[in-house]
C-alpha cells in the first residue's frame, strides 16, 4: 500500500471521528434538552454507535478497500480528539440555539394557525351561533303573534268543551276504569 493511500485514509479517519464527535454531541444535547424517557436513550444509543460504525467502515473501504490499519484507530482517535478539544463547545451552544430557533419557529406557526384559521372558525361559530339565537326568537315571537291573534278562534271552544270534559272525567265509566287501572297497577 502506497503512502498516498495511506494518508488518505488518515484523513478520512480523522473526519470520521471528527463527524461522530458532532454527532456525538448534538444527540447528547438533543437528549438532555427534550428529556428523552430511559429506554428511548437506550435505543437512541445504540442506533448512535450502529450510525457510527457504518460511517467509519464505509470510509475506510472508500480509502483503502476496509484495511483495518493501526493508523485508522489513531485517525479516529485524532479526530474526536481534536474535535472534543476545539469544536465541542462551539457545535453544543449552536444545537442549543438551534433547538431554541425551532421551539421558536413552532410557536409562531402555532399562533400564526391560530390567528389565521382558529379566529375564523371562532368568529363563524359565534355568527352562526348568533342567527341561530336570532331565528328562534323572530320564530318565538311569531307564534306568541300568531297565538294572540287567533285567542278568539281557540279559545271559545277551549271553554265550551271544558265543563264536557270535566262531566266525562267525572262519569261512572270512566271513575270505574281508572280504579280498574290502579288496582292492576298495584298487584
Known sequence: MNPAVQWMTLLYMIA?????????????????RLRFPGW?????DLLY????????FRLLYAGNQGQLRFYAFVGLF????AYFLIFSVTVQKFVVMLIQTVAWIWKLLTKLLGI??????????KLT????RLIGRILLFMLKLLLRLTKPLWIFPVR????AYRRLLSSAPVAKLTEFIAAKRKR
Do not use: H
Open 16 to 32: 470520521a471521528g471528527a463527524s461522530m464527535g458532532v454527532a456525538f454531541d448534538g444527540y447528547r444535547v438533543v437528549s438532555l
Open 40 to 44: 428511548l436513550n437506550a435505543v437512541l
Open 49 to 56: 454507535w450502529l450510525a457510527s460504525a457504518l460511517l467509519v
Open 78 to 81: 485524532l479526530g474526536v480528539w
Open 116 to 125: 389565521l384559521v382558529g379566529l375564523p372558525l371562532l368568529w363563524l361559530w
Open 129 to 132: 351561533w348568533g342567527l341561530v
Open 160 to 163: 265550551w268543551l271544558s265543563p
